[in-house]
């Protein structure tokens, strides 16, 4: 089985505050997705990857960043974080051409104050 | 713009009672139309994935279908268990990306 998963379940910041949020799979994927989902607006990307080294941005990149320095590893960066940062945030992996068939782990809750 | 809509936003069904969950979407090219099964505090579990109109998939008590504007999500004879918020995504044509849609919260009760 697919296993995907994340660095905390839960993360209370304070404003200003750089976040790191990790995330390891363990099925060899290609690629690999940030999201973030919020009631009411569903799952929206943030950044994903398909390669190391690689990014690309998603549709809703601003105040965020991503690190991807080995292939099972995928990092996603607050870089000042701001109370509308506060989400619940999921990673993702697949495989080449398997776009949509994506392995999700358990989300991370974060709240910034 | 590229939209992905679901239907009914909450569902509440008694145990045994068959129903289905709709998701429309207007895109400007379908690449394929993915199913997923969300219990809350996870993340989503895949489902299903669905390629070209008249295909149809199905898993236990779950069975999807596409047409060119629309899938549904047909669940028969639910169980407690089935409580879940589904959601659809489609994937476009054109970019290598998907668009979900917010969701259904199904209930199911004994």
């Known amino acids: 089985d697919v296993k995907v998963t994340q660095s905390s379940r839960y993360l209370v910041k304070r404003t200003g505050e750089k976040v790191f949020l990790e995330c390891v799979q363990d099925?060899?994927?290609?690629?690999m997705f940030w999201y973030r989902q919020d009631p009411g607006l569903g799952l929206r990307l943030i950044y994903f990857s398909y390669d190391v080294k690689m990014k690309e941005k998603g549709d809703i990149p601003e105040g965020y960043s991503v690190s991807r320095e080995k292939k099972e590893r995928f990092s996603l960066i607050l870089e000042s974080a701001s109370t509308n940062q506060t989400s619940m945030y999921l990673c993702?992996?697949?495989?080449?051409?398997?776009?949509?068939?994506?392995?999700f782990g358990p989300g991370t809750r974060l709240t910034v104050t | 713009e590229d939209q992905v809509t679901q239907s009914p936003e909450a569902l509440r069904l008694q145990e045994g009672e068959s129903s289905s969950l709709n998701c429309s979407y207007t895109v400007s090219g379908l690449r394929g139309l993915f199913w997923y099964r969300q219990d809350p505090g996870k993340g989503p579990e895949f489902l299903f994935t669905?390629?070209?109109a008249g295909e149809e998939k199905e898993k236990e008590r779950l069975k999807a279908t596409l047409t060119k504007k629309e899938s549904f999500l047909h669940i028969t004879a639910p169980k407690p268990e089935d409580s879940a918020t589904y959601l659809c995504?489609?994937?476009?044509?054109?970019?290598?990306?998907?668009?979900f849609g917010t969701g259904t919260r199904l209930q199911v009760f004994p």
């Open positions: 099925m060899d994927h290609e690629n």
């Open positions: 993702a992996s697949s495989m080449p051409g398997g776009w949509g068939e994506q392995y």
């Open positions: 995504a489609v994937e476009l044509g054109n970019t290598d990306k998907l668009i």
């Open positions: 669905l390629y070209s």
